[in-house]
């Protein structure tokens, strides 16, 4: 590690506490980061990593609600607004009781390189609430969705902050949000993206980081005349990300081997085709069921409490949540001949797991790249709402897998190595960073 890394993690450290998963992010980042930065002789002296980890904006407050039995509920709503450089804050909501400042800054430093990564100009938030709504009515949701809104509202806008969806935040969690935005600010514009095709989303939002997941792989195998046809293929989560990225793999020709959720993974040799997928779905999303339910049905192997790296396959993409495969499972999968892990969800991989795959050169595309579809066809939606137009679903399709294919280039072009290696994280890490820094540059002490 050289001196100028060691004392920039030091101080990181120092100014932020009690955040292992935001440290964990930049850390990251940094070691990509730091050398470029001082061969560049535009960034010497600007302090322009300083500037980029910390947040333009971190706005926390108070969300009471009243449940189902008439009892008050009291839960902490989020919204930082990272970075502002290139486009006004974009990014996710997040509720779910794992939610914290450390958790959310971490997604909003990721986010700002994956939205700069797209080539649409949008800059970098996140946000959330500590809310669970597992288990709760759609009445209890409504009510908490509606209090949160009015706070949130005043610091949102279709040219300020554009929030969109994340880990439970569907479609549901944004019609409400919405409703009630409009209802307090009187106006109905794109301050929300994931909104229903009926009024003002975008056709295939839902499949978009699913299906952009897998573009990008096909990307990264057609770097080696391949494709996805034939490989077989291990997938964690059993959520949005995860069905689309399978519906999109099965209709490539692989064969998806695994799915899982918070209670465990199933594992289907057979192949999970079209009709067991769309029962996943409507047991997932409509009787918000467990997995193991699937492995009943179709009698096949169910490993409780355990994750799906055990299990031989040629891609492995890990869709669940972040830290979930670590470096014993990145062994397990080199040793079983995987040849290309790529990550749907934010950090699922420990960097344990990442330095094993970079040290044996398999393809390792990081989530900031790989996942950025889902983003990407926000910003298209934030277009179209502009323009008070809607494109057809081949339309968006096209425009997605084009900007995957841009995302892919730009990771080439600063991850290759001499030896005809791609490192896809030094390149999505160096690309993203890049677009970000020269707009902070040109834009004077921000």
């Known amino acids: 590690m050289s001196e100028t890394l060691s004392l920039f993690i030091s101080n990181l450290h120092k100014k932020n506490p009690g955040e292992p998963e935001f440290l964990q992010a930049v850390e990251e980042v940094a070691t990509s980061l730091i ?32 449940d189902d039995k008439g009892e008050i509920q009291v839960n902490r709503g989020f919204r930082v607004q990272m970075n502002s450089a290139i486009g006004p804050y974009k990014g996710g909501l997040r509720f779910h009781p794992s939610v914290t400042l450390s958790v959310l800054k971490f997604l909003a430093f990721e986010q700002t390189f994956k939205n700069s990564l797209t080539g649409l100009p949008m800059g970098a938030g996140k946000g959330g609430s500590d809310f669970d709504p597992k288990g709760k009515s759609d009445n209890e949701i409504m009510k908490f969705c509606q209090s949160f809104m009015t706070e949130l ?119 999970i085709d079209k009709e067991k997928l769309a029962y996943l779905m409507h047991l997932k999303n409509i009787e918000h069921g467990c997995i193991k339910e699937y492995a009943i049905k179709y009698n096949c192997e169910y490993f409780e409490g355990e994750r799906p790296w055990k299990i ?44 094993t795959f970079l040290k044996e050169k398999i393809f390792y595309a990081p989530g900031k790249a790989a996942n950025a579809g889902g983003v990407a066809v926000s910003g298209l939606e934030m277009s179209q709402n502009s323009q008070r137009y809607s494109w057809s679903r081949a339309e968006v399709d096209a425009k ?36 970000v820094a020269d707009a902070m540059l040109a834009q004077g002490l921000v």
Not at 314 to 331: G, H, S
Not at 406 to 424: L, M, P, S, T, W
């Open 35 to 66: 050398s470029f930065i001082e061969s560049e002789s535009r960034y010497k002296n600007t302090k322009i990593l300083e500037r980029i980890v910390e947040p333009e904006r971190v706005i926390i407050f108070r969300v009471p609600w009243l």
């Open 153 to 271: 509202y005043r610091h949102v806008g279709a040219d300020t902050d554009i929030p969109a969806g994340d880990i439970g935040v569907g479609g549901r969690e944004i019609g409400y949000l919405f409703g009630q935005y409009k209802r307090i600010a009187g106006a109905f514009n794109g301050v929300l993206t994931g909104k229903g095709s009926e009024w003002g989303g975008s056709q295939i939002r839902p499949e978009a980081t699913g299906y952009g997941l897998v573009y990008f792989v096909e990307e990264i195998l057609k770097t080696k005349k391949d494709s996805m046809s034939g490989k077989t293929v291990t997938i964690s989560g059993s959520g949005n990300v995860a069905q689309y990225a399978a519906e999109k793999c099965i209709e490539l020709g692989a064969k998806v081997l695994t799915l899982s959720d918070s209670k465990g993974f199933i594992y289907d040799p057979a192949g």
């Open 312 to 355: 031989k396959c040629d891609i492995a993409l890990p869709n669940a949540t972040q830290n979930e495969l670590d470096a014993n499972d990145a062994k397990t999968l080199l040793k079983n001949g995987c040849i290309c892990v790529a990550e749907g969800a934010n950090m699922p991989c420990t960097p344990r797991a990442v330095a």
């Open 400 to 435: 997605l897998k084009m900007i995957m294919h841009e995302i892919h280039e730009r990771c080439i072009q600063y991850g290759k190595e001499e030896d005809g290696f791609v490192n896809y994280e030094k390149g999505a890490n160096i690309a993203g960073f890049v677009k």
